[in-house]
């Protein structure tokens, strides 16, 4: 049943736009009650995180594609496609909707710390840290700020790129 609610949510956002489509109208198409709906989902960002999660591949896969990669800025690179095709696949419109969407209601769509959902996501951050750190020590990144901050300028700026 979950599955078929993501689905179809999914499905109804990238048609009709996040934020023309009600909870109401996704339990109808599904054939469920709001209350089965909200038994998967506590939001309409729930639904849309978990699909994008869905897209990202293990920390196993992630790794052996890693290990492969002979420079960090390789790694790096390998990783932001990564990311890329996951934004491809639930396509720029849906993703910067539903982003807008979730700032202004104060529901992080993509939270990026250690208490959040998006174990798959947060996990792929960090390595992306951990390689931006490791970058900084063997000279292929400056070392002129910390890693995180580089990595979060870079996540938004490129998330403000995808967006607009």
């Known amino acids: 049943m979950k599955?078929?609610?993501l689905?179809?949510?999914i499905e109804l956002f990238k048609l009709k736009g996040f934020d023309n489509v009600s909870i109401d109208e996704i339990s109808a198409e599904c054939g469920v009650t709001k209350g089965s709906f909200y038994h998967y989902f506590n939001s309409k960002?729930?639904?849309v995180s978990e699909y994008f999660e869905s897209l990202i591949k293990n920390d196993q896969e992630v790794i052996?594609?890693?290990i492969l990669k002979d420079s960090v800025l390789d790694q790096l690179w390998m990783l932001v496609e990564h990311l890329v095709d996951c934004i491809l696949a639930i396509g720029p419109e849906l993703?910067?909707?539903?982003?807008i969407?979730?700032?202004?209601h104060k529901e992080l769509l993509m939270p990026i710390s250690e208490?959040?959902?998006n174990i798959k996501l947060n996990n792929l951050f960090q390595i992306m840290v951990k390689l931006i750190e490791k970058g900084q020590r063997n000279g292929e990144i400056k070392n002129i700020i910390p890693a995180d901050e580089v990595f979060m300028s870079y996540m938004?700026?490129?998330?403000?790129?995808?967006l607009y």
């Open 45 to 47: 960002y729930r639904v």
């Open 115 to 117: 208490e959040s959902n």
């Open 7 to 9: 689905e179809k949510s």
């Open 3 to 5: 599955s078929r609610i």
């Open 101 to 104: 969407a979730s700032i202004k």
């Open 95 to 99: 993703l910067g909707e539903s982003l």
């Open 64 to 66: 052996r594609e890693l």
């Open 156 to 162: 938004l700026g490129f998330l403000g790129t995808t």
